[in-house]
């Protein structure tokens, strides 16, 4: 999925790590791993990730670099 320049996935186990990939790093898709969680944490990670804005300020530049070719 990250091959694409416009995606920002985040692989996710709990809400935390669902908040923080918003928060930070602006992810715009999340995995789950089906074996490792159960319906109930993955819906607390949706429902994390999709009420968390991106923080932007300190972590915008950072996240603007993803989507640009190497140097």
Request: proline residues 0%; glycine residues 16%; aromatic residues 0%.
């Given at each position: 999925v990250n091959r694409n320049p416009a995606v920002r996935c985040a692989l996710v186990s709990e809400p935390l790590s669902a908040t923080l990939s918003r928060e930070h790093n602006d992810?715009?898709?999340?995995?789950?791993?089906?074996?490792?969680?159960?319906i109930e944490m993955a819906k607390a990670c949706l429902t994390a990730f999709l009420t968390t804005p991106f923080g932007g300020d300190r972590h915008?530049?950072?996240?603007?670099?993803?989507g640009q070719p190497p140097v």
């Open positions: 992810a715009n898709v999340i995995a789950m791993g089906a074996r490792i969680i159960g915008a530049r950072r996240v603007g670099k993803l």
